[in-house]
């Protein structure tokens, strides 16, 4: 089977056990203050998971596009990657553990066809002192279904010291492994936040697979968590059923499944090969890249690594694009950048010629034309954007070198210098490195990664203080903000035109800030129009109301809406109506808005209006 055979017969799979299929959420998340990304399938579900209603039920799947910028610096290797897709089914207080447990043996063995003796499952050990207890039923569980297949599977209950034992197929482990919450283990979680203990799946590549006698953990233990490469974890079942509180942990309303199944993973099991590189999801992007190097992937163990950084960052790069980041500075932009600028330092490498790099976006949209046929319309735009960073970071390359040359003094460069070379002109520290070397520069890298510690530390600082798309809370103010920004789009839409969609919001309690769509700058006479148009609203004491509605019927009546394909078949619509019936907004959305326009205080105003990047404006403003 191949990935796109997979991704359907998941989904087929669970569509038949009457689960409603939900597309994709976009990359970057839409009212999460906590991240810059969508980095797992089960954060665009968290409140349906706390008990919000899901307008399709309480089955769902999907595959969910994720990206991961804290894994940039482990690609190289044979299985970590930056973007990926995350298989996802979710139980809201329906099914528990003994549905979804057979289910996902059904699945893995009878489904997608693969071997039960190589299957390797962990459960939850218990905490005695957190009064949450070992997760026995799952355990026997898996062990009924493995003896159904003629299989006798042991359960081990120390295997990260006694190691993997004759016929274990079944571990216990502690809230380290087999525990999972946004925060991670029980201790780190804060007050009101979910949790619950998991049972994770793994694949046996085969001992000759493993790494024990050249490597740090031959003298280790081998069982499925190690680190050897033998094994490969392809699934994890989340049994989320606990929320913290000050007393301890006390069971959630409704008992909740979250299954969480990385396609790459699951491909390389069935495909029966650890590289993921080699599967065939990339197959036509790897090789697009030798035919642009003139070099084999898995011959040169330098050359691979190059390839694997090349691969996954092009992939990530061109979703990133297509779901509306752009290069720059700050943020996911920053990201991007960071990414692309990888990915040309490598090209060259391989010795791919300057300028190539657009070339493997068709290698990609091609790829996914079936499951994502939006980045085949967007492929144009993708290659527009790569081609000019590309340009960019060889200018800089030319000012970067200058610079590198000036600052070093008796044949060495501070650590200091070259952390600013990083910071301020984009040079990433390989190529530093590797420059210097060629010049016979000597440089201080204890002294670089102190300066690195401090920036990383300065940004986190930062992430926690600033928000970083949608809405920053629920607050009152930040409510009534929302509610006054979808009737600013209303008013930009009415005195502008239909073309008028929005591109990006970010509300505070402060401030809304929001980017749309049009080519030139917006006259102050139109802005007044438009801040008429929100107070009226306000002063008319409009309604403002929720209703579910199939998708086509929202569309054609007319309702507005940005990336149509991202939503399920049954949308969410908010109306903003006066007491005489008129409508002044009518709008896609998650919400929280206020209940009616007499709860919003203060006069709307657009403080300022200006240019974010080609064909997108952005407006500022307040209620004061």
């Known amino acids: 089977m191949e990935s796109n055979d997979i991704r359907k017969a998941y989904l087929d799979f669970f569509q038949k056990k009457e689960h409603a299929l939900i597309p994709s959420a976009p990359l970057l998340p839409e009212n999460d203050p906590t991240t810059l990304f969508t980095g797992s399938g089960m954060q665009p579900i968290l409140p349906y998971l706390l008990g919000e209603k899901h307008p399709l039920g309480t089955r769902i799947a999907d595959s969910q596009k994720c990206f991961r910028a804290q894994d940039i610096e482990e690609v190289g290797d044979n299985r970590h990657t930056t973007f990926f897709e995350m298989l996802g089914n979710w ?16 699945f893995l063995t009878e489904k997608i066809g693969l071997d039960p003796k190589r299957l390797y499952f962990t459960c939850f ?51 380290k492994k087999n525990w999972w919450s946004r925060a991670g283990v029980p ?71 979250d299954f969480g199944g990385g396609l790459e993973r699951l491909m390389a099991a069935v495909q029966d090969n650890p590289d993921i590189f080699l599967g065939d999801i990339f197959d036509t992007l790897r090789e697009k890249v030798e035919t642009l190097s003139g070099k084999r992937y898995g011959v040169d163990p330098n050359d691979t690594y190059a390839f694997r950084i090349l691969l996954d960052h092009i992939r990530a ?14 943020d996911q932009g920053y990201v991007l ?12 490498t391989l010795g791919i010629a300057p300028q190539s790099l657009s070339l493997c976006v068709e290698a990609v949209t091609g790829q996914y034309a079936e499951a994502y046929p939006y980045l085949r319309l967007r492929q144009d735009m993708i290659v527009s954007v790569i081609d000019n960073e590309e340009k960019k970071f060889r200018e800089t390359l030319v000012r970067g070198m200058r610079e590198l040359e000036r600052r070093q003094i008796g044949g060495s460069l501070t ?11 984009g040079f990433p520290f390989e190529l530093t490195l590797e420059l210097a070397k060629e010049k016979g520069i000597a440089i201080d890298a204890v002294e670089f990664h102190k300066e690195m510690l401090k920036h990383q530390k300065l940004s986190r600082t930062g ?30 839409r009415k005195y502008l035109g239909d073309s008028v969609h929005q591109a990006g919001s970010n509300i505070t309690a402060e401030r809304t800030r929001f980017d749309f769509t049009y080519p030139e700058k917006v006259p102050r006479e139109v802005l007044d129009q438009v801040e008429a148009y929100v107070n009226e609203a306000i002063a008319k004491g409009c309604s403002v109301t929720i209703e579910q509605m199939p998708k086509d019927e929202a569309k054609k009546a007319g309702v507005e809406g940005s990336f149509w394909e991202k939503y399920p078949d049954v949308v969410n619509v908010y109306t903003v109506r006066a007491t005489d019936g008129s409508v002044y907004s009518q709008e896609l959305c998650g919400g929280p808005h206020v209940a009616d326009t007499t709860a919003i205080t203060g006069t709307f105003k657009i403080i300022k209006e200006e240019a974010t990047s080609a064909g997108v404006r952005r407006i500022k403003a307040t209620l004061a």
Not at 463 to 491: S, W
């Open 317 to 330: 790069s061109v979703f990133l694009i297509a779901d509306g980041v752009s290069p720059s500075n700050t």
């Open 463 to 492: 992430a926690e203080q600033k928000f970083k798309g949608g809405l920053a809370d629920a607050g009152e103010q930040t409510v009534m903000l929302h509610t006054a920004t979808h009737l600013m789009l209303a008013g930009l």
């Open 415 to 425: 650590g200091q210098d070259a952390f600013l070379l990083f910071s301020t002109y």
């Open 91 to 106: 139980s809201f207080g329906n099914y528990f553990k003994e549905e979804q447990i057979v289910w996902m043996w059904k």
């Open 337 to 348: 950048r960071r990414l692309l600028r990888r990915a040309i330092r490598f090209a060259d």
């Open 187 to 257: 201790g780190n979680m804060p007050l009101g936040e979910p949790g619950g203990p998991d049972t994770e799946m793994f694949w046996d590549f085969g001992a000759t697979y493993g790494l024990h006698e050249q490597s740090v953990w031959k003298n280790d233990p081998c069982h499925v968590n190690c680190d050897c490469g033998r094994f490969m974890e392809i699934g994890n079942n989340v049994f989320m059923e606990y929320r913290k509180t000050e007393d301890g942990f006390e069971k959630l309303v409704q008992k909740n499944v």
């Open 125 to 175: 050990q218990g905490n005695v002192v957190l009064g949450i207890p070992k997760d026995v039923q799952s355990a026997e569980l898996w062990q009924k279904l493995f003896a159904e297949k003629g299989v006798e599977a042991k359960i081990g209950e120390h295997p990260e010291t006694d190691g993997i034992r004759t016929g274990e197929h079944i571990f216990y482990y502690s809230e």
